[in-house]
């Protein structure tokens, strides 16, 4: 891979609903209508604007992304999608992937230059963090190399053990572009 698109990458730890970007991703259930976690961070964060305009979305199936206004998040979009609860199937990684392509594309089409994404589907979903890490660099990575829209990437990521295993993941795949 191209070092470039490593610089288009950036991890960090720390709360999703304070960062200055275009679109934050929440890493929804399949109502919109908040929940715990990230979900509910990101709700209480925008007001209860967000969760009327979630309302006349009507819900989104895992793997799917929706889109809706910030409101009083700094980020102008939330990014809803909803990750697969892992049951160590083969569709889990496919529906996660998915979630990662589709929130991407839609950042495309609204031409988004940065995005935050948590670490999907591994709170409450219990997706495997080290193989959850893979599917979202990954994903990011083949994105950066098709499009040039976006110009940050940023996997925030709550906890420490979080943080570290994508942190290593980074490094190791980075290395091997050189």
């Known amino acids: 891979m191209d070092k470039i ?4 990458i950036v991890i960090q730890q720390g709360d999703i609903t304070r960062l200055k970007v275009d679109a934050i991703v929440n890493a929804a259930n399949s109502s919109l209508l908040g929940g715990g976690g990230v979900d509910g961070a990101i709700h209480r964060a925008a007001g209860p604007d967000l969760l009327t305009e979630c309302r006349s979305i009507g819900g989104c199936p895992t793997g799917e ?5 910030g409101y009083h998040l700094p980020a102008r979009y939330v990014i809803h999608t909803v990750g697969p609860v ?3 199937k083969p569709q889990d990684s496919r529906l996660l992937t ?3 392509q589709n929130c991407l594309l839609l950042a495309h089409q609204y ?6 994404f948590p670490a999907i589907s ?18 990011a990575c083949a994105h950066l190399s098709k499009y040039d829209d976006i ?7 709550y906890s420490t053990n979080d943080y570290l295993v994508y942190e290593r993941y980074l490094n190791r795949i980075s290395l091997k572009s050189i």
């Open 65 to 69: 992304a929706r889109i809706t206004k």
């Open 122 to 139: 591994c709170g409450v979903y219990g997706y495997p963090i080290d193989a959850a890490c893979k599917i979202a660099v990954e994903s």
């Open 111 to 116: 031409q988004i230059a940065s995005i935050a």
């Open 5 to 8: 698109l490593f610089d288009r």
């Open 151 to 157: 110009k940050k990437i940023i996997f925030v990521l």
């Open 86 to 88: 892992y049951g160590g």
């Open 98 to 100: 998915n979630c990662y």
